[in-house]
């Protein structure tokens, strides 16, 4: 099972690496442009902030930030306690729910859609962030970012990180193939 999940994260990487460099999408910096993706669940909403922070205080800033939610949890069975709560949680997705939270601190980012909260079907545990890139493929190939740095949704990141992969990235297109 181990074998097959770290094959199937290579195989992604090598697909995303593969349509990066063949968008032809001439807003892309020479360096390389950078998106953030990261999965959350619902335990963890109230803590989010402080990851997402990390990457909005980049030196290096990127250009999308992507949190997938997943409509289904598999691996975590619900204990809503009274009716209230049941209704709320049908009335309300997880993905509007996590929205209406960062719309307090992170409200111009969401604006201008750089921040984005995105549904994916179902939770698959930590591959989760890879399929909810694979599951909307269509939407996120024309959003101009050349890489995608996945990171979690419970550390805060050095304001240089994605200044340490464009930098890498700048010395690897610069090395014969």
Request: proline share 4%; with cysteine.
């Amino acid at each position: 099972m181990v074998g097959t999940s770290l094959f199937l994260v290579v195989l992604l990487f090598l697909f995303l690496h593969q349509l990066g460099s063949v968008s032809g999408d001439s807003d892309i910096d020479p360096i390389g442009s950078f998106g953030v993706v990261l999965t959350t669940i619902p335990t963890r909403f109230k803590n989010i902030h402080e990851s997402l922070l990390s990457w909005f205080l980049q030196e290096e800033q990127p250009k999308h930030v992507i949190v997938f939610v997943p409509n289904e949890y598999a691996r975590f069975k619900r204990k809503d306690k009274g009716k209230d709560r049941e209704r709320d949680s049908q009335s309300h997705s997880h993905k509007d729910r996590l929205e209406s939270l960062l719309s307090v601190h992170f409200k111009p980012y969401l604006d201008s859609g750089v921040l984005r909260v995105m549904s994916v079907k179902k939770d698959v545990g930590p591959v989760t962030k890879f399929y909810g890139l694979l599951e909307n493929y269509s939407e996120l190939a024309s959003i101009g970012v050349e890489y995608w740095v996945v990171c979690d949704d419970d550390v805060r990141y050095e304001t240089n990180t994605l200044s340490r992969y464009a930098y890498e990235q700048s010395w690897s297109t610069l090395r014969p193939r």
